[in-house]
């Protein structure tokens, strides 16, 4: 049965919905903040106009010999209303210091009581203009004294008021203007909005954000399942992705999320990736106590590196694989040498037995038995790493065969190594120089065949020392020996002792070389026990 398909609004409906909301509030609220400026702007001209007609008229010697007489009203009233319609403004009303009215644009009201509280600065010389809701409704007012005597005494007051339209009013006049540029934004807005929104689309794959987020998830959820480790960092180095194996390994959480990998790691491995933009492959690592292998690729995108990720494996369960599989071989080795040389003395005994000569036949059966039996129970008593016993077993048996007399020390000990630490890394190392040694001797005559090794437990390392009696490393290649590719031998080998380098400087260990030609070549290791053991 088929899951229903989830529906989405899609992006650019969202973006276009977006738009025209947008647009329209802008609009709106921009015809608001401009109506608003335009009233203040409006009255504030009204004003200066006002002020401006009150000085002319409070300037009128006719006012002024009329304000504060009986009768004065019929000189008053006619200038009053004829600078008023010519004008243009709603109101002028002049004003004895009684408050006693002289002029109006309603008759009725001449001679009445002035009772606007605003007017008592203008009775004290002030000139000034008002803004208030006066008997004809909201209105700028200028408020000009009237003086005679040249200036000396004050007789009244001129007042010159404009009615002031109300915000819905202005609104309204300019709604022609507001309504076209309404439309004009939501058309740009959403002609806009879907260009973006197919913009976006195409960057994300034609997904919507909903199915992005969802593939996160997966992604999130698969990156965590993985039993490797999982890093990853940004084109600014800082950690983007850290699964929990990562996590364990490195002993970190994913808190360190955001942080600059330099300062997370003593190591910052992905960093360098980043920057050369070349994948470093099985790179080992220690961190935590623990040793990883890591492999680090950058990421590419239209062929920028825009970060670089890193796989995490744990190399404490490849170890032990590996020291599985290395003592099989070894153990599968010394068998086979074992078989060929005990097959050739069992030809030799049975060869004496068909001679008649049972006491000899007894005497190499003894002989070999013991000597077997000595080398297995002294590498079992001394050796506690079963892969190395076997190794030397092996190369012992080895060594008969080729008929190189193989001496290990008796004073030789070995403990049992730590899981993380492993055997692979000295198997490497003692299978490598002990192979060295004998194609260094095998070119000489049987008794001049010589071979020495002792492993020696010391307080703070293991130290190691391989001897052989061989030709010797000639002087302008001891500095060098240890170079892949360099060898005393043929040419295309010289990959043994440079391996031997390479497991040696993972352990922290020190090397010393001393050769002399004809006189043979000892190696001197020596391997700190707290780094690795």
Do not use: W
Not at 103 to 126: M, N, Q, T, W
Not at 258 to 284: H, I, T, W
Not at 476 to 485: C, D, H, K, S, T
Not at 499 to 516: D, F, M
């Amino acid at each position: 049965m088929a899951l229903p398909k989830t529906r989405y609004f899609p992006l650019r409906h969202k973006l276009a919905l977006l738009s025209f909301v947008s647009a329209a509030l802008a609009v709106l609220i921009g015809g608001l903040i401009i109506t608003v400026k335009i009233s203040g702007m409006l009255e504030a001209e009204m004003g200066n106009r006002a002020l401006a007609i009150a000085r002319t008229l409070a300037q009128m010697e006719i006012i002024q010999t009329n304000v504060g007489r009986a009768g004065g009203e019929k000189a008053i009233q006619p200038i009053a209303e004829k600078t008023r319609l010519a004008t243009g403004v709603d109101y002028i009303v002049v004003v004895d210091l009684q408050r006693i009215r002289y002029s109006h644009p309603v008759a009725e009201r001449i001679g009445k009581l002035f009772e606007d509280e605003d007017i008592g600065p203008a009775l004290h010389d002030h000139e000034y203009v008002s803004y208030t809701a006066g008997v004809m409704g909201p209105s700028v007012r200028a408020f000009v004294p009237v003086k005679t005597d040249e200036g000396t005494r004050q007789v009244g007051v001129v007042v010159v008021g404009v009615l002031t339209p109300s915000a819905r009013e202005l609104l309204g006049a300019i709604q022609p203007q507001i309504y076209p540029s309404l439309a004009v934004g939501l058309l740009v807005g959403v002609i806009g909005s879907l260009f973006l929104a197919n913009r976006i689309k195409g960057a994300m794959f034609g997904m919507e954000p909903e199915e992005i987020g969802r593939l996160l998830e997966e992604r999130n959820a698969t990156f965590q399942a993985m039993g490797e480790g999982i890093i990853a960092i940004d084109n600014r180095e800082n950690i983007t992705l850290v699964n929990h194996e990562a996590g364990r390994l490195l002993g970190i959480d994913e808190t360190v999320v955001g942080r600059p990998a330099g300062e997370v790691f003593a190591r910052d491995f992905l960093s360098q990736v980043l920057k050369s933009g070349e994948p470093e492959l099985n790179q080992e690592i220690a961190f935590n106590g623990a040793t990883v292998i890591s492999n680090c690729v950058p990421i590419k995108v239209g062929g920028a590196v825009v970060g670089a990720v890193a796989t995490l494996r744990d190399k404490t369960e490849l170890n032990r694989l590996a020291e599985e599989l290395t003592g099989v071989k070894t153990f599968i080795e010394a068998l086979r040498v074992q078989n060929h040389e005990y097959m050739n003395k069992l030809h030799t005994i049975a060869g004496l037995i068909q001679l008649n000569k049972p006491d000899q036949a007894l005497d190499l059966i003894f002989q070999v038995t013991e000597e077997q039996e000595e080398m297995t129970n002294f590498l079992t008593r001394q050796i506690r790493e079963y892969s190395i016993a076997g190794l030397l077993l092996g190369k012992y048996s080895r060594a008969k065969e080729l008929q190189i007399n193989m001496t290990i020390d008796r004073r030789s000990r070995l403990p049992a190594l730590s899981p993380v630490t492993g055997a692979a890394d000295l198997v490497v190392i003692l299978g490598n120089l002990l192979e060295n040694a004998m194609d260094a001797v095998k070119e000489l005559p049987p008794p001049q065949r010589h071979i020495y090794l002792g492993i020696f437990d010391q307080k703070n390392e293991l130290q190691i020392i391989v001897r052989d009696s061989g030709a010797g490393i000639p002087e302008e290649l001891q500095e060098r020996i240890f170079e892949r590719g360099v060898s005393t031998k043929a040419q295309g080998r010289g990959l043994g002792l440079y391996l031997v380098k390479a497991h040696l400087n993972r352990l922290g260990g020190a090397l010393e070389i001393q050769s002399q030609p004809q006189r043979g070549t000892e190696i001197r290791i020596g391997i700190p026990k707290e780094a690795r053991f």
